[in-house]
C-alpha cells in the first residue's frame, strides 16, 4: 500500500468513511436511505465506524430530515456530531444529499439557494467546531437526473430545467459557504461530484465531446471558469442562463477546498450510432443522430481507464487538492474488496506521480438501496457496504477488515484477492469490442488489450496480489499459484451451480466427483485436500432422497453425516474453510413461524436426522465452519427441480399433484450461492438460514409460478400429503426465518428472474 505514508512533507493519504444519505424526491415522495439502513435510528453505529480507524466521515445534517422535526429538528444532530467529535471523527458534513430541499422549495426555484444558505449558517451556529462541509453533494448528477432525465423532482427532461437546477444548487453551495464562514471562517468546502469520461464511434465525437466539457460544469462554475471562453458558454446561454448569472461565478468564485470525486464502475460511457448492436433500453439520441449509451467497460477493447485516470485528470486541470470521495460497487464481495483496494492503490499511485490525493472514502458503509433503478421507487434492492444491516443489527463485512488494514497501513491478505475484478476480466465484454485510443491505467501495470486479456488478466491480478500482501499460498493446482475452491458434489445441481457461479465470480475452483474425493474416507479426503491445496471446502455432496433414507438410514448417515464430520476434521487440521449444507427437515414443524438458526433440531425422518447430527458433529469440530440451512432448490441448471417439474406438466396439460398442507420457504439456487459466496468470504460461522423467505405450500408454489409464465393450472392438483407417495415423514411447517441476516431477494422476485423467458426448458435458462 504504497504512498499511504505522507513524504516529502505531504500529508498521509487518509481513509475516510460516508453514510449513503440520499433523501430523493420522487413525484410528492421522499426516499431516505437511512430510513432504511436503520442508522437514523441508531446511534451505536458510530462506534462501528470509529472502530475502522477512518480518519473522517461524511455525515449528513440534511435540510430536508430537519424541516421536518419542528422545535426539536437538531436533536438527532445534536446527539451524534458531539459524539463523532469524541469518537475522533472529523466530520464533513453535507447538507443535501440528491435532494431538491424542503417540500416548499425546489432546484429550481429562486429561493432554494437562499434557503440552503439559511440553513447553513444554522448549522454552523449550532456546531461552530466543525470544518469541513459538502453543502450540496453531486450537484451536476442531480442536475441532469432531476432536469434533463427526469428521474428525480422535480422531473424535467429538457436542457433549461437541468441548467437551472445545476445553477442553482453551484448557487447554493458558493452562498452556503459565504454564510458558515461568516460563523467560522476556516470552514472548508468539500465539493464531490461523479467523474467520468464518455467515448465514441468518430461519427459521435461531437456528442463525447459536449458530454466531456459538461462533465466538469459544477467544478468549472464554483472555480469561476465558466466565462465567455468556455466552450459551453453559448449552450448555457441557449439553455436559458443569462450571462449575469454566469458573470456572478467569475466574479464571486467559491473554490473547493477539497475536489472530491465519485468514480463507479458506470461513471465511463461509450455512444455508438450502430444502435442494432445493443438492447433497447439503451438506445436514445440527439437531434442529429440516434444511438445507443452504454458502461465503457462493457465495450471498449482497452479497458477502463479506472480511478487513476479519472485522478490525474482532475489534478491536471485543476491543480487542487483532491480526494477520492465515494468508492463503491455493488455486487459480489470478492470484487468489492477488489474495487476499493484498486481505488486505495490508484489514489497512492496519483500522489507518487505528483496529485495532491488526500483520501479515499469507503462509501455506503451500511450499504444502500434501490440504486439499480435509481432509487425512483422502492424495491428493496440491497447493496451491503462495510456493514450488511440485514440483520438484528449491522454485521462486519470481509471490507470491514480490509478498511482497517488499510487505514493502519497494514498488509491485508484475503485468497480472493489474487484474481482481478470483472472489469480487468476478458467477460467484461458484452457488446462486440470498440478500440477508442485511450489505453487502460492501472495501478503499476501495462495496459491489457482485448485480445491479451484472458492471459495478462491472470498475471495482472497476480501482481495485484502482491501489491497487497495477498497471499498466494497452495500449489500450482490452484490456478496460476491461487488456491481454489474444492467444491465437493460434482453429480448434483448444487455443486454445479457453485462450479458456474465461482467462474462467473472469478473464483479459481475445483469439481470434485465421489471418485476424486469421498467425502466420507478420511484417507480420499486428505488426499484431495494435500492435491488442491484449497483455501476452502464446499461440501455439497450428500444423500439427498428422503423416502429413500427411510430404507437405507445407514447410507444416508455414512453420506449425509459421517461424510461432513471427516471433512471438518480434516480441514481443522490443515487451516481451511468448511462450508456445508443442511436442511429445513431438521424441525418437527409444530411451530407455526418460521423457524430460526437458534431453535431445536427435532427431526421426523432419517434424512432429517443425518442432518442435524451432521450439524452438531461439524460445528461441534470445526466452530469455524459454516452450516447453512436450506430448502426447496429451484435454478436454472437442474430441470428436475420442483417448480420446472409443475411447469411443464401444467404446459403439456397433465395432471401435476401437490401438497397443499406443507408450508416451505423455497429457495433460488443462484440467490443460495452468492449468498454462501459471501459469508464464506465475510468469514461467518455457525448456522444460517438462507431461503427466499416467504412461507408457501408446494401447491401455492406450483400455482404462483404457473401464473407468471401464464400457463393454466386447472389441471393442479392440490392434494394433502397423505394422498402423495411419501415414505418418509415430512414437517407440515418448516419455514425457515433468521435472526442473523435476511439475505435473500423475496419469493416473488426469485420466480420472476428464474421464470424470465421460460420455455419450459430450465436446463437451458440463465439467472437473469
Given at each position: 500500500m504504497s504512498g499511504a505514508a505522507g513524504e516529502g512533507g505531504a500529508p498521509a493519504l487518509e481513509l475516510w468513511g460516508g453514510v449513503e444519505c440520499t433523501v430523493n424526491r420522487v413525484g410528492d415522495t421522499y426516499h431516505d436511505q437511512m430510513e432504511r439502513s436503520g442508522h437514523a435510528r441508531r446511534l451505536d453505529d458510530l462506534e462501528r465506524f470509529a472502530g475502522l480507524g477512518?480518519?473522517?466521515?461524511?455525515?449528513?445534517?440534511?435540510?430536508?430530515?430537519?424541516?421536518?422535526?419542528?422545535?426539536?429538528?437538531?436533536?438527532?444532530?445534536?446527539?451524534?456530531?458531539?459524539?463523532?467529535?469524541?469518537?475522533?471523527?472529523?466530520?464533513?458534513?453535507?447538507?443535501?444529499?440528491?435532494?431538491?430541499?424542503?417540500?416548499?422549495?425546489?432546484?429550481?426555484?429562486?429561493?432554494?439557494?437562499a434557503g440552503l444558505a439559511r440553513f447553513a449558517r444554522e448549522v454552523a451556529e449550532r456546531y461552530p467546531w466543525v470544518e469541513h462541509y459538502t453543502p450540496v453533494n453531486e450537484p451536476l448528477t442531480t442536475a441532469r437526473f432531476s432536469g434533463m432525465y427526469g428521474h428525480w423532482y422535480p422531473h424535467g427532461r429538457d436542457g433549461r430545467t437541468f441548467v437551472r437546477a445545476l445553477l442553482s444548487q453551484c448557487r447554493a453551495v458558493a452562498a452556503s459557504m459565504r454564510a458558515i464562514r461568516e460563523v467560522n471562517p476556516r470552514a472548508r468546502l468539500v465539493q464531490t461530484e461523479d467523474l467520468g469520461k464518455t467515448f465514441s464511434t468518430p461519427l459521435l465525437a461531437y456528442q463525447a465531446e459536449h458530454e466531456n466539457h459538461r462533465r466538469w460544469l459544477s467544478m468549472d462554475l464554483l472555480m469561476g471558469r465558466v466565462d465567455r471562453d468556455h466552450p459551453l458558454y453559448p449552450r448555457l446561454l441557449e439553455w436559458g442562463a443569462s450571462p449575469g448569472e454566469l458573470e456572478a461565478f467569475v466574479e464571486s468564485p467559491c473554490p473547493p477546498d477539497i475536489l472530491g470525486i465519485n468514480h463507479y464502475i458506470t461513471s465511463d460511457r461509450f455512444i455508438d450510432e450502430r444502435v442494432e448492436r445493443y438492447p433497447a433500453w439503451a438506445r436514445g439520441g440527439n437531434e442529429r443522430h440516434a444511438y445507443a449509451d452504454v458502461e465503457a467497460v462493457r465495450v471498449v477493447a482497452e479497458g477502463m481507464g479506472g480511478h487513476l485516470a479519472r485522478l490525474l485528470e482532475v489534478w491536471e486541470r485543476y491543480r487542487r487538492p483532491v480526494a477520492i470521495t465515494e468508492a463503491h460497487l455493488g455486487g459480489p464481495r470478492e470484487e468489492q474488496l477488489r474495487w476499493l483496494l484498486e481505488a486505495f492503490d490508484a489514489a497512492a499511485a496519483a500522489r507518487a506521480a505528483g496529485a495532491d490525493v488526500r483520501a479515499v472514502t469507503v462509501w455506503a458503509m451500511l450499504g444502500s438501496f434501490d440504486w439499480d433503478c435509481l432509487v425512483v421507487r422502492e424495491r428493496g434492492h440491497y447493496e451491503a457496504g462495510v456493514f450488511d444491516v440485514r440483520g438484528s443489527g449491522p454485521r462486519p463485512t470481509a471490507l470491514a477488515a480490509l478498511v482497517r488494514a488499510l487505514a493502519r497501513g497494514e498488509p491485508f491478505e484475503h485468497p480472493v484477492l489474487p484474481s482481478p475484478g470483472w472489469w480487468r476480466r476478458r467477460e467484461r465484454l458484452l457488446y462486440p469490442a470498440v478500440l477508442v485510443g485511450e489505453p487502460a491505467v492501472r495501478v503499476g501495470e501495462p495496459a491489457v488489450g482485448v485480445g491479451e486479456e484472458r492471459e495478462a488478466g491472470v498475471g495482472a491480478g497476480e501482481r495485484e496480489g502482491a501489491i497487497h500482501g495477498t497471499s498466494a499460498g497452495g500449489g500450482a493446482a490452484g490456478g496460476a499459484g491461487r488456491p481454489p475452491l474444492l467444491i465437493a458434489g460434482a453429480s448434483g445441481a448444487l455443486g454445479r451451480a457453485f462450479a458456474r457461479l465461482c467462474a462467473e465470480r472469478g473464483l479459481p475452483r475445483r469439481l470434485l466427483g465421489r471418485g476424486e474425493m469421498d467425502i466420507a474416507d478420511p484417507a480420499s479426503v486428505e488426499r484431495a485436500l494435500a492435491h488442491h491445496a484449497p483455501w476452502a471446502v464446499i461440501n455439497t455432496a450428500g444423500y439427498t432422497r428422503v423416502d429413500d433414507a427411510e430404507r437405507d438410514p445407514r447410507r444416508c448417515e455414512r453420506e449425509n453425516a459421517v461424510g461432513p464430520a471427516v471433512l471438518a476434521a480434516a480441514c481443522r487440521a490443515r487451516g481451511v474453510r468448511l462450508v456445508t449444507f443442511s436442511s429445513d427437515l431438521v424441525f418437527d414443524g409444530a411451530q407455526r413461524t418460521p423457524y430460526v438458526e437458534t431453535d431445536?433440531?427435532?427431526?421426523?425422518?432419517?434424512?432429517?436426522?443425518?442432518?442435524?447430527?451432521?450439524?452438531?458433529?461439524?460445528?461441534?469440530?470445526?466452530?469455524?465452519?459454516?452450516?447453512?440451512?436450506?430448502?426447496?432448490?429451484?435454478?436454472?441448471?437442474?430441470?428436475?427441480?420442483?417448480?420446472?417439474?409443475?411447469?411443464?406438466?401444467?404446459?403439456?396439460?397433465?395432471?401435476?399433484?401437490?401438497?397443499?398442507?406443507?408450508?416451505?420457504?423455497?429457495?433460488?439456487?443462484?440467490?443460495?450461492v452468492n449468498a454462501a459466496l459471501d459469508l464464506l468470504i465475510d468469514g461467518e460461522s455457525g448456522i444460517w438460514?438462507?431461503?427466499?423467505?416467504?412461507?408457501?405450500?408446494?401447491?401455492?408454489?406450483?400455482?404462483?409460478?404457473?401464473?407468471?409464465?401464464?400457463?393454466?393450472?386447472?389441471?393442479?392438483?392440490?392434494?394433502?400429503?397423505?394422498?402423495?407417495?411419501?415414505?418418509?415423514?415430512?414437517?407440515?411447517?418448516?419455514?425457515?426465518?433468521?435472526?442473523?441476516?435476511?439475505?435473500?431477494?423475496?419469493?416473488?422476485?426469485?420466480?420472476?428472474?428464474?421464470?424470465?423467458?421460460?420455455?419450459?426448458?430450465?436446463?437451458r435458462r440463465e439467472p437473469a
Open positions: 477512518i480518519r473522517a466521515i461524511r455525515y449528513p445534517v440534511l435540510w430536508e430530515r430537519a424541516a421536518q422535526g419542528g422545535p426539536a429538528r437538531f436533536a438527532w444532530a445534536d446527539a451524534r456530531l458531539p459524539r463523532l467529535r469524541e469518537l475522533g471523527l472529523r466530520p464533513i458534513v453535507g447538507l443535501v444529499h440528491h435532494g431538491s430541499g424542503p417540500p416548499s422549495t425546489s432546484l429550481v426555484e429562486p429561493g432554494f439557494a431445536p433440531a427435532r427431526p421426523l425422518s432419517a434424512y432429517g436426522r443425518s442432518k442435524a447430527t451432521a450439524e452438531r458433529r461439524v460445528t461441534e469440530v470445526l466452530p469455524s465452519a459454516l452450516v447453512v440451512r436450506t430448502a426447496a432448490f429451484f435454478g436454472p441448471w437442474d430441470e428436475r427441480n420442483f417448480v420446472a417439474a409443475a411447469l411443464r406438466a401444467l404446459r403439456d396439460g397433465r395432471p401435476f399433484s401437490a401438497a397443499e398442507d406443507l408450508i416451505v420457504t423455497p429457495t433460488y439456487t443462484p440467490d443460495l438460514h438462507l431461503t427466499n423467505r416467504d412461507a408457501v405450500t408446494w401447491a401455492e408454489l406450483a400455482a404462483r409460478s404457473a401464473a407468471l409464465v401464464r400457463v393454466d393450472a386447472g389441471r393442479l392438483v392440490r392434494c394433502p400429503s397423505s394422498a402423495l407417495p411419501f415414505v418418509a415423514p415430512r414437517p407440515r411447517y418448516s419455514a425457515l426465518g433468521s435472526r442473523r441476516g435476511i439475505l435473500l431477494p423475496a419469493l416473488e422476485d426469485a420466480l420472476a428472474r428464474y421464470l424470465a423467458g421460460w420455455e419450459g426448458d430450465a436446463a
